[in-house]
């Protein structure tokens, strides 16, 4: 018998219980791959509906990573030379990211110049000051972090500063979109293209606490496909990039519901169904 209102045939509903640990195969902490024992069939004239019921997660994620922690320096001299600077990975809040700028800059004799965090004096934004007429080149720290617009920009003449347009943006992930990257589910990003996003989970909490999503009401969405043998999971963050949990697990729970199909997709279906059969006896009768 059905067990929700949305489960209208006589096939009850499935719930998953997923634990990244238990994932079959991982591309990374947050990429996982689970392959179900038991394969899920919608019969014919059934179809199925898919929700995120809760995800447990906690927060072990840097507001600097591998996607946002690298920036270049350019000296306009005969031979071009680009100083190219990977900060470490961490949390880092302004001054400390200002320090660890300049223990880069300064590092194996370069000693191009220094950045200032101004907290007090310029509402908690960036600035170089060079030694000589640079170029400040654009890698991911200094516009999404950093908060310098258009980019590359060259140091005035004189004294050589670069001061950041921006407040700098030190937040990390704020939001963590679930994927289900091998199913079919017609959501739309902000920019209008179908996306395979089955949650938005905000992240409410700081540093080294746990992230709970769980839903006043669950959203069920119905997808293409009939039968379910695994799942591919992803997190990613607000810009798309995969999360970096940094060895941290999660875990998340989802649950299928069985629907009849609309009749007259399902007429639809069959009579394509039968002209296709048709259309090979026909062949094969004329070879």
């Known amino acids: 018998m059905p067990n929700h209102y949305l489960a209208t045939t006589e096939k009850g509903s499935q719930t998953i219980f997923l634990n990244s640990k238990d994932a079959e195969f991982s591309i990374s902490d947050a990429e996982k791959f689970f392959y179900l024992n038991q394969t899920v069939i919608a019969p014919p004239g059934y179809r199925l509906l898919i929700g995120l019921n809760n995800l447990t997660i906690p927060n072990t994620m840097f507001n600097i990573n591998s996607t946002n922690n690298t920036f270049s320096i350019t000296t306009p001299d005969s031979n071009g030379s680009v100083n190219n600077y990977t900060l470490d990975v961490g949390n880092y809040t302004g001054v400390s990211l200002a320090d660890a ?16 965090f101004n907290d007090e004096t310029a509402n908690d934004t960036f600035s170089f000051k060079f030694d000589t007429t640079r170029t ?29 347009t921006n407040t700098c943006n030190l937040s990390g992930v704020t939001n963590i979109y679930v994927r289900l990257r091998n199913l079919s589910l017609n959501n739309l990003d902000s920019r209008g293209q179908i996306t395979n996003v ?34 591919d999971i992803e997190l990613t963050d607000q810009n798309g990039n995969v999360i970096e949990l940094n060895g941290a697990e999660f875990n998340l729970t989802l649950t ?4 009849h199909q609309r009749q007259s997709l399902f007429k639809n279906s069959l ?12 062949e094969k009768k004329s070879s």
């Open 101 to 116: 700028i300049n223990a880069k800059i300064g590092s194996t004799g370069d000693n191009l110049g220094t950045i200032v």
């Open 256 to 259: 299928l519901h069985y629907t």
């Open 271 to 282: 009579l394509d169904e039968i002209r296709e059969k048709n259309k090979i006896n026909e």
């Open 136 to 164: 400040l080149e654009d890698g991911n720290l200094a516009s999404k972090i950093l908060g310098f617009t258009n980019l590359p920009k060259q140091s005035t003449t004189g004294l050589n500063i670069i001061l950041a």
């Open 198 to 231: 089955i949650a938005n989970v905000i992240n409410n909490t700081n540093y080294g606490g746990f992230i709970f999503y769980e839903p006043p009401e669950v959203l069920y969405y119905l997808i293409n496909e009939n039968i379910l043998n695994h799942l």
